[in-house]
């Protein structure tokens, strides 16, 4: 199993920045990939940005290309979402999610809230 806890959300204007973490515990050996989705309301769940444990390869939605990154510390399993030149599109609860491709498995922490203000 993987527990996933989420923090660094809150309210920011519009233009600010925010950085999410993401901590990871238990089986995070056999973690392939994380990432960060989200979902505002009345809206399905989308994938902000993922990053590949092994090689550090990294894939973002259109929407945040250029404002966001994503990072990882293996040493504090920890991943990173900073976000920069927010928008109020950007409104969401934002996930943090990690996949374990040997078993097909895929976790999710409980969430954090995005508000960005016009």
């Known amino acids: 199993q993987v527990q996933l806890v989420e923090s660094g959300g809150g309210l920011v204007q519009a233009g600010g920045s925010l950085r999410l973490s993401c901590a990871a515990s238990g089986s995070i050996f056999s973690i392939s990939r994380m990432g960060w989705y989200r979902q505002a309301p009345g809206k399905q769940r989308e994938l902000v940005a993922n990053?590949?444990?092994?090689?550090?390869?990294?894939n973002y939605a259109d929407s945040v290309k250029g404002r966001f990154t994503i990072s990882r510390d293996n040493a504090k399993n920890m991943v990173y979402l900073q976000m920069n030149s927010l928008k109020p599109e950007d409104t969401a609860v934002y996930y943090c999610?990690?996949?374990?491709?040997?078993?097909?498995?895929?976790?999710w922490g409980q969430g954090t809230q995005v508000t960005v203000s016009s």
């Open positions: 999610n990690a996949f374990r491709s040997i078993f097909h498995q895929e976790y």
């Open positions: 990053i590949i444990t092994s090689s550090s390869i990294t």
